[in-house]
C-alpha cells in the first residue's frame, strides 16, 4: 500500500515532496443528514415517524451526478472535502442491520472523488442526537432503546422537530440547536457519555445503555471502514482519515442544579425550561416557563409561556412492543416511567425534586465535575475506543479530533493520547450573524474571550467597526488554535466547521441580487482563517439541493455556497485543477529572474509572460458576480504547495491583492516548486500583476488528466514559484471589482453611536 498522501510533521501537514499541504475544504454535503429514499428534508412531516425503511442511497449526490459536483468544487480552488454522514444511514433498519447498498454507494461516489484529487475526511455526523429529537445522525431505534417516544415529543417539547412542526414555512430560525438542552437529547447524550455512572438500573441485552448505544455507534462506523479497506483503492487516495463524532455534548452531566438555567448555557431561544421543567413536562406535567429571544444585543428573556403536555409523555407507554428490535430490557428497567425518577432523582408521586445536584459529581471518586471533567474523562472515554477502532483497520490514519464544542480541549498534552497522528478539528461560527441572520458591519461580540474570562465585564468584548470585528475573529480562532496547542500538544488544526447564513435580512439578497452582506460575512471569515495561520478548513456548507424557499432543506438553515436558485458559475471562471504534465521550463510562460532581485510584473508586460491559448480564454461570462452566491468571497487564492513553512498568507478582496510569506530551507528544486490556486475572475490572463522577492514563476490554466465526462472536465489557473532558500515572499494583484456598498456613511456612524449606547446600557 502506497504511503499517505498527507503526512503531519509538528504542526503542518506535508505532502510526498516535503512541501506544506493547506486544506481548503468544504463539507459535503448537509442534506446527507435526512435519507434520499423517501426524500426527507426536515419540512416534510409524511411517513417521518417510519424510520427503519428508509434509504440514504444517493446523498450526497447520484453516482451519475457526483462529477458534476466534484468538478464544480474542484474549479473553485477546494482541496479537501470532509465527507459528512450519519449513523442512521448504515444502521437505520435496526440493532446491526447494515445498508450495504448505501455503503456501495458511498464507495463508488468516493472512487469518483477520486479522481479529481481530494484530500478526504470521514465525519460521522450528529446534530442534537437524531432526526426525530430535532436534528441528525441517531438511528430512531436508539431512542426506543432509551425508553423514550419520539411520537410525543411534540406535545412535551421535549425536542423541538422540524417535521412535526404545524407550520413547517414558520420554523424559529436556530431553535433546532436549544433541543441540546431539552429532555431528548439531556437523556441521550447523558446514557451514551455516562449512563454506567448515572443510569446503573439501564440494563438492555446484559449491557449498560452506555455500552449498549457507544458499541453499536462505533460498530457501525467499523463496518463502513472495513468496506472501504476492502475496497483496495480508496484508503490515502482519496480518504486521509476520519472524524471524531460531531460536536459531542455533555446531557445532564456536570449540571450542578437541575433547578437553574446553568451559567455557562449561552443559547437561549423560544421556551427555556430548566432541566427540571424539561423532565416534569416530559413526564405530562404542565409547567409555566420562561421565554427568551435572540436580538442584537444577544438573547433576553421575552416572557413566560405555558407548556401543557395534557399528560402525554415522553417515555414509551408499558404496553410499547419491547421485543420488535429484538432486544431484552432488565425487568429493572421500567418503561413508562422517566429514567431518572427510576434512579431517585424526582419522585413522581409527589413531583418533588429530591436530588437536584445528582449530576453534579462523579459516582466513582465523588469528584465534582465541571464541563471540562466530562471532557477529560467521559468524552476521552469514548473517543479511546473510537480511536482504537478506526486505528485497528487504518492504522496510519488522520484523525481529526473534535472535542465539545467551544469547550475548553481535553488535558492529553505528553500523556499516550497525544497522537502524532492528530488533528485538532474545532468548528467556529459568528453567532450574532448566524442567529440574527444579519451582517453587523458595526459591532461583534468576542464570544470566544467572553467564555474564558478575558474580559472583567462583557461590555469591553464589544469590538466596533467592521476591521475591528474581523481581527475579532481572526483572534478568536487563534486562541482556539494555541488552546488546542497548549491542552493536547503541537498538532495541525483545522476548523472543520465555518460558515455564514444566505438568508440574510429576510432574503434580501434573493430578491435583490445585491449579495454585499453575504460577501462581507465571508470575506471576514476566511480573512479570519488566513489570519489565524490555521492549517487549514472546511466550509460549512454545499448542498446540491439547495432553494431559496427552503434553504439546506434541513431546520431552516441556509448556509450553502451554491443553490438550485442562483445563476450557475461559469465553467471558465472558475474550473481547474493543477496537471499533471510536466512544465516546459523554456516556454514563453516562464518568467526569469535573479534570485536577488525582486522582480514586478504588471498587467501591461504581464502579456509576454502568458502563452496566446491563456490569452484567448474569457475569465468570465456573466455580467455580476454578486448574483453567483458571494462566490468571490470563497473563491479566492490559496497556497495549495509550500516549499518551506508558510509563515503568512492572506487574500485582500477589496483590493484584489494575494500574498504568502515563506521560509524556504533550500532553494526550490525543479520539480518540486511552490504552487497557488490562482481564480481567473480575480486574476484574469492579460490583468494580473506579481511581484516576487526573488526568483522564477509562471502562470498557466492546465486540465485535470483522466477519464472525465466532458462536462466533468477541470481546468484551474496555477501559480508555480520557484525561489531561494530563506524568507520569500510573493504578492499576486489582480482586478478590483465593486462588491457591494460598504460601512462609514452617515447612517452607519449614527447607527455606530446608538449601538454603544444600548452596549453601555445593558452589559
Same mark, same amino acid.
Given at each position: 500500500?502506497?504511503?499517505?498522501?498527507?503526512?503531519?510533521?509538528?504542526?503542518?501537514?506535508?505532502?510526498?515532496?516535503?512541501?506544506?499541504?493547506?486544506?481548503?475544504?468544504?463539507?459535503?454535503?448537509?442534506?446527507?443528514?435526512?435519507?434520499?429514499?423517501?426524500?426527507?428534508?426536515?419540512?416534510?412531516?409524511?411517513?417521518?415517524?417510519?424510520?427503519?425503511?428508509?434509504?440514504?442511497?444517493?446523498?450526497?449526490?447520484?453516482?451519475?451526478?457526483?462529477?458534476?459536483?466534484?468538478?464544480?468544487?474542484?474549479?473553485?480552488?477546494?482541496?479537501?472535502?470532509?465527507?459528512?454522514?450519519?449513523?442512521?444511514?448504515?444502521?437505520?433498519?435496526?440493532?446491526?442491520?447494515?445498508?450495504?447498498?448505501?455503503?456501495?454507494?458511498?464507495?463508488?461516489?468516493?472512487?469518483?472523488?477520486?479522481?479529481?484529487?481530494?484530500?478526504?475526511?470521514?465525519?460521522?455526523?450528529?446534530?442534537?442526537?437524531?432526526?426525530?429529537?430535532?436534528?441528525?445522525?441517531?438511528?430512531?431505534?436508539?431512542?426506543?432503546?432509551?425508553?423514550?417516544?419520539?411520537?410525543?415529543?411534540?406535545?412535551?417539547?421535549?425536542?423541538?422537530?422540524?417535521?412535526?412542526?404545524?407550520?413547517?414555512?414558520?420554523?424559529?430560525?436556530?431553535?433546532?440547536?436549544?433541543?441540546?438542552?431539552?429532555?431528548?437529547?439531556?437523556?441521550?447524550?447523558?446514557?451514551?457519555?455516562?449512563?454506567?455512572?448515572?443510569?446503573?438500573?439501564?440494563?438492555?441485552?446484559?449491557?449498560?445503555?452506555?455500552?449498549?448505544?457507544?458499541?453499536?455507534?462505533?460498530?457501525?462506523?467499523?463496518?463502513?471502514?472495513?468496506?472501504?479497506?476492502?475496497? &483496495?483503492?480508496?484508503?490515502?487516495?482519496?480518504?486521509? &482519515?476520519?472524524?471524531?463524532?460531531?460536536?459531542?455534548?455533555?446531557?445532564?452531566?456536570?449540571?450542578?442544579?437541575?433547578?437553574?438555567?446553568?451559567?455557562?448555557?449561552?443559547?437561549?431561544?423560544?421556551?427555556?425550561?430548566?432541566?427540571?421543567?424539561?423532565?416534569?413536562?416530559?413526564?405530562?406535567?404542565?409547567?409555566?416557563?420562561?421565554?427568551?429571544? #435572540?436580538?442584537?444585543?444577544?438573547?433576553?428573556?421575552?416572557?413566560?409561556?405555558?407548556?401543557?403536555?395534557?399528560?402525554?409523555?415522553?417515555?414509551?407507554?408499558?404496553?410499547?412492543?419491547?421485543?420488535?428490535?429484538?432486544?431484552?430490557?432488565?425487568?429493572?428497567?421500567?418503561?413508562?416511567?422517566?429514567?431518572?425518577?427510576?434512579?431517585?432523582?424526582?419522585?413522581?408521586?409527589?413531583?418533588?425534586?429530591?436530588?437536584?445536584?445528582?449530576?453534579?459529581?462523579?459516582?466513582?471518586?465523588?469528584?465534582?465535575?465541571?464541563?471540562?471533567?466530562?471532557?477529560?474523562?467521559?468524552?476521552?472515554?469514548?473517543?479511546?475506543?473510537?480511536?482504537?477502532?478506526?486505528?485497528?483497520?487504518?492504522?496510519?490514519?488522520?484523525?481529526?479530533?473534535?472535542?465539545?464544542?467551544?469547550?475548553?480541549?481535553?488535558?492529553?498534552?505528553?500523556?499516550?493520547?497525544?497522537?502524532?497522528?492528530?488533528?485538532?478539528?474545532?468548528?467556529?461560527?459568528?453567532?450574532?450573524?448566524?442567529?440574527?441572520?444579519?451582517?453587523?458591519?458595526?459591532?461583534?461580540?468576542?464570544?470566544? &474571550?467572553?467564555?474564558?474570562?478575558?474580559?472583567?465585564?462583557?461590555?469591553?468584548?464589544?469590538?466596533?467597526?467592521?476591521?475591528?470585528?474581523?481581527?475579532?475573529? !481572526?483572534?478568536?480562532?487563534?486562541?482556539?488554535?494555541?488552546?488546542?496547542?497548549?491542552?493536547?500538544?503541537?498538532?495541525?488544526?483545522?476548523?472543520?466547521?465555518?460558515?455564514?447564513?444566505?438568508?440574510?435580512?429576510?432574503?434580501?439578497?434573493?430578491?435583490?441580487?445585491?449579495?454585499?452582506?453575504?460577501?462581507?460575512?465571508?470575506?471576514?471569515?476566511?480573512?479570519?482563517?488566513?489570519?489565524?495561520?490555521?492549517?487549514?478548513?472546511?466550509?460549512?456548507?454545499?448542498?446540491?439541493?439547495?432553494?431559496?424557499?427552503?434553504?439546506?432543506?434541513?431546520?431552516?438553515?441556509?448556509?450553502?455556497?451554491?443553490?438550485?436558485?442562483?445563476?450557475?458559475?461559469?465553467?471558465?471562471?472558475?474550473?481547474?485543477?493543477?496537471?499533471?504534465?510536466?512544465?516546459?521550463?523554456?516556454?514563453?510562460?516562464?518568467?526569469?529572474?535573479? !534570485?536577488?532581485?525582486?522582480?514586478?510584473?504588471?498587467?501591461?508586460?504581464?502579456?509576454?509572460?502568458? !502563452?496566446?491559448?491563456?490569452?484567448?480564454?474569457?475569465?468570465?461570462?456573466?455580467?455580476?458576480?454578486?448574483?453567483?452566491?458571494?462566490?468571490?468571497?470563497?473563491?479566492?487564492?490559496?497556497?495549495?504547495?509550500?516549499?518551506?513553512?508558510?509563515?503568512?498568507?492572506?487574500?485582500?478582496?477589496?483590493?484584489?491583492?494575494?500574498?504568502?510569506?515563506?521560509?524556504?530551507?533550500?532553494?526550490?528544486?525543479?520539480?518540486?516548486?511552490?504552487?497557488?490556486?490562482?481564480?481567473? #475572475?480575480?486574476?484574469?490572463?492579460?490583468?494580473?500583476?506579481?511581484?516576487?522577492?526573488?526568483?522564477?514563476?509562471?502562470?498557466?490554466?492546465?486540465?485535470?488528466?483522466?477519464?472525465?465526462?466532458?462536462?466533468?472536465?477541470?481546468?484551474?489557473?496555477?501559480?508555480?514559484?520557484?525561489?531561494?532558500?530563506?524568507?520569500?515572499?510573493?504578492?499576486?494583484?489582480?482586478?478590483?471589482?465593486?462588491?457591494?456598498?460598504?460601512?462609514?456613511?452617515?447612517?452607519?456612524?449614527?447607527?455606530?453611536?446608538?449601538?454603544?449606547?444600548?452596549?453601555?446600557?445593558?452589559?
Amino acid at each position: 500500500m502506497s504511503p499517505l498522501r498527507l503526512r503531519i510533521d509538528g504542526h503542518r501537514f506535508r505532502d510526498s515532496e516535503d512541501r506544506e499541504v493547506t486544506l481548503h475544504g468544504i463539507n459535503c454535503a448537509a442534506d446527507a443528514k435526512f435519507p434520499a429514499t423517501p426524500d426527507q428534508p426536515s419540512h416534510v412531516a409524511d411517513n417521518f415517524f417510519d424510520g427503519d425503511n428508509v434509504s440514504f442511497v444517493n446523498r450526497p449526490f447520484s453516482v451519475e451526478d457526483a462529477a458534476t459536483h466534484f468538478a464544480r468544487l474542484r474549479g473553485w480552488g477546494y482541496n479537501t472535502i470532509r465527507y459528512v454522514f450519519t449513523w442512521e444511514a448504515i444502521e437505520h433498519a435496526g440493532p446491526g442491520k447494515y445498508d450495504e447498498e448505501w455503503i456501495q454507494h458511498t464507495v463508488s461516489i468516493l472512487r469518483i472523488a477520486k479522481g479529481f484529487g481530494f484530500y478526504i475526511f470521514m465525519d460521522p455526523h450528529q446534530d442534537v442526537w437524531s432526526r426525530f429529537s430535532g436534528g441528525s445522525g441517531a438511528p430512531m431505534w436508539t431512542l426506543y432503546a432509551c425508553g423514550l417516544d419520539p411520537k410525543f415529543f411534540d406535545a412535551t417539547e421535549a425536542a423541538l422537530v422540524h417535521n412535526t412542526y404545524p407550520e413547517p414555512a414558520n420554523f424559529p430560525k436556530m431553535i433546532w440547536a436549544t433541543n441540546y438542552t431539552r429532555l431528548a437529547c439531556q437523556v441521550m447524550f447523558t446514557l451514551f457519555f455516562g449512563g454506567r455512572d448515572f443510569a446503573p438500573k439501564a440494563i438492555i441485552d446484559g449491557k449498560n445503555i452506555q455500552d449498549y448505544l457507544q458499541n453499536h455507534f462505533i460498530a457501525a462506523v467499523q463496518h463502513l471502514a472495513k468496506r472501504i479497506h476492502e475496497a &483496495g483503492d480508496l484508503w490515502h487516495d482519496p480518504i486521509i &482519515g476520519w472524524e471524531s463524532l460531531n460536536e459531542p455534548n455533555r446531557g445532564l452531566i456536570s449540571y450542578q442544579d437541575l433547578t437553574v438555567i446553568p451559567k455557562e448555557q449561552k443559547l437561549q431561544k423560544g421556551t427555556s425550561p430548566t432541566a427540571w421543567q424539561a423532565i416534569l413536562t416530559g413526564s405530562g406535567r404542565a409547567c409555566e416557563v420562561e421565554t427568551w429571544d #435572540f436580538g442584537g444585543m444577544g438573547p433576553y428573556k421575552s416572557g413566560t409561556a405555558l407548556i401543557d403536555p395534557e399528560e402525554k409523555s415522553a417515555w414509551l407507554s408499558p404496553d410499547y412492543d419491547d421485543s420488535k428490535y429484538g432486544w431484552k430490557r432488565d425487568t429493572g428497567w421500567r418503561l413508562g416511567e422517566c429514567i431518572w425518577a427510576q434512579h431517585g432523582v424526582w419522585d413522581p408521586t409527589t413531583d418533588t425534586m429530591l436530588r437536584k445536584d445528582y449530576f453534579s459529581k462523579d459516582p466513582k471518586n465523588g469528584a465534582t465535575i465541571t464541563y471540562e471533567y466530562f471532557t477529560n474523562y467521559y468524552f476521552m472515554d469514548h473517543y479511546r475506543k473510537y480511536s482504537s477502532m478506526i486505528k485497528s483497520i487504518f492504522p496510519d490514519s488522520l484523525m481529526f479530533f473534535q472535542p465539545p464544542v467551544m469547550e475548553i480541549p481535553p488535558s492529553i498534552k505528553g500523556t499516550p493520547d497525544d497522537d502524532a497522528n492528530m488533528i485538532f478539528a474545532p468548528h467556529f461560527y459568528d453567532g450574532i450573524t448566524l442567529l440574527t441572520k444579519k451582517w453587523n458591519r458595526v459591532w461583534n461580540i468576542d464570544v470566544f &474571550g467572553v467564555l474564558r474570562g478575558k474580559y472583567l465585564t462583557p461590555a469591553f468584548a464589544i469590538k466596533i467597526g467592521e476591521t475591528a470585528i474581523r481581527n475579532c475573529f !481572526s483572534h478568536q480562532l487563534s486562541a482556539m488554535r494555541e488552546e488546542g496547542t497548549e491542552y493536547m500538544g503541537t498538532h495541525p488544526c483545522v476548523f472543520t466547521e465555518i460558515g455564514i447564513p444566505y438568508d440574510m435580512d429576510d432574503k434580501h439578497a434573493y430578491k435583490t441580487g445585491d449579495y454585499s452582506s453575504q460577501i462581507a460575512a465571508l470575506d471576514a471569515n476566511h480573512f479570519a482563517l488566513e489570519d489565524s495561520a490555521a492549517n487549514g478548513f472546511t466550509l460549512w456548507t454545499y448542498v446540491a439541493s439547495n432553494t431559496h424557499f427552503w434553504g439546506d432543506n434541513w431546520n431552516g438553515e441556509d448556509l450553502s455556497i451554491y443553490s438550485l436558485d442562483d445563476m450557475p458559475l461559469s465553467n471558465d471562471s472558475f474550473r481547474g485543477l493543477e496537471s499533471r504534465a510536466s512544465l516546459d521550463l523554456t516556454s514563453p510562460s516562464y518568467s526569469q529572474a535573479q !534570485s536577488s532581485e525582486t522582480l514586478n510584473v504588471t498587467p501591461l508586460n504581464l502579456q509576454k509572460t502568458l !502563452s496566446a491559448e491563456n490569452m484567448s480564454r474569457e475569465s468570465f461570462r456573466g455580467t455580476d458576480i454578486r448574483g453567483l452566491r458571494a462566490a468571490e468571497a470563497f473563491v479566492r487564492p490559496t497556497p495549495v504547495a509550500t516549499h518551506g513553512d508558510v509563515t503568512a498568507y492572506g487574500f485582500d478582496l477589496r483590493n484584489c491583492s494575494f500574498r504568502l510569506e515563506i521560509a524556504a530551507p533550500s532553494s526550490t528544486p525543479d520539480d518540486k516548486p511552490t504552487v497557488i490556486f490562482l481564480p481567473l #475572475f480575480h486574476f484574469p490572463a492579460g490583468q494580473t500583476g506579481v511581484e516576487v522577492s526573488g526568483g522564477k514563476w509562471t502562470i498557466s490554466t492546465e486540465e485535470l488528466d483522466g477519464n472525465l465526462d466532458a462536462d466533468a472536465k477541470v481546468n484551474m489557473q496555477i501559480l508555480r514559484w520557484w525561489h531561494a532558500e530563506g524568507e520569500q515572499s510573493i504578492t499576486v494583484k489582480g482586478v478590483v471589482r465593486k462588491t457591494g456598498v460598504g460601512a462609514g456613511t452617515e447612517e452607519d456612524e449614527g447607527y455606530l453611536a446608538q449601538c454603544q449606547r444600548q452596549a453601555c446600557a445593558v452589559m
